[in-house]
């Protein structure tokens, strides 16, 4: 019984090696955060090490992607990373969501809630443990966009309208 267990778990291993997630990478960039916002060398270091392979158009794949399962985990990681923050498409946001963006980074980076904690287990991307010089370098980038988004627009531009509930 053991072995005909064994044998039906080696099949399936076997056969969803063969059912591969599509990859993120189109590096469509068109409306990349860089074609507005200035970003200092320090600063594009930290983003293209520790962020964008989950917030952006283009993934660099680790050598455990072409597995299954773990290629449909790092999948679902990188479409919920980029439904949250896609740096690739952040100048199609409203002014307000660029605004609001920023502002969760700087929330997401002070409360060391990014990078994820499941992006660097086992010394995985441990060029994306951030210290705290780097953790404050991309604080202070963010909120000097912030500024510069709020003295280039009226304030209520920059405020999330609440959206209105359809009855």
């Not at 080696?10 to 063969?18: A, G, N, T």
């Not at 993120?24 to 983003?47: A, F, G, M, Q, W």
């Not at 307000?96 to 980076?109: G, L, S, Y």
Request: some cysteine; overall charge positive; charged content about 25%.
């Amino acid at each position: 019984m053991l072995k005909k267990v064994a044998l039906v778990v080696f099949v399936v291993v076997v056969i969803i090696q063969f059912i591969q997630p599509a990859k993120n990478l189109s590096d469509d960039n068109t409306y990349h955060i860089s074609k507005k916002y200035r970003i200092p060398e320090e600063v594009n270091t930290i983003l293209e090490v520790a962020c964008n392979d989950c917030h952006s158009n283009k993934t660099r794949y680790p050598w455990y992607a072409k597995m299954q399962p773990s290629a449909w985990f790092l999948h679902n990681h990188v479409t919920e990373g980029k439904e949250h923050l896609n740096f690739s498409e952040f100048t199609n946001l409203s002014i307000a969501r660029q605004n609001h963006k920023f502002e969760e980074t700087i929330e997401m980076v002070e409360e060391k809630e990014m990078p994820l904690k499941s992006y660097t287990y086992f010394g995985l991307h441990k060029e994306a443990n951030l210290s705290d010089k780097q953790r404050e370098l991309l604080i202070s980038w963010a909120r000097e966009q912030m500024a510069m988004l709020k003295a280039t627009y009226p304030a209520d531009s920059l405020v999330l309208k609440k959206r209105k509930k359809s009855s």
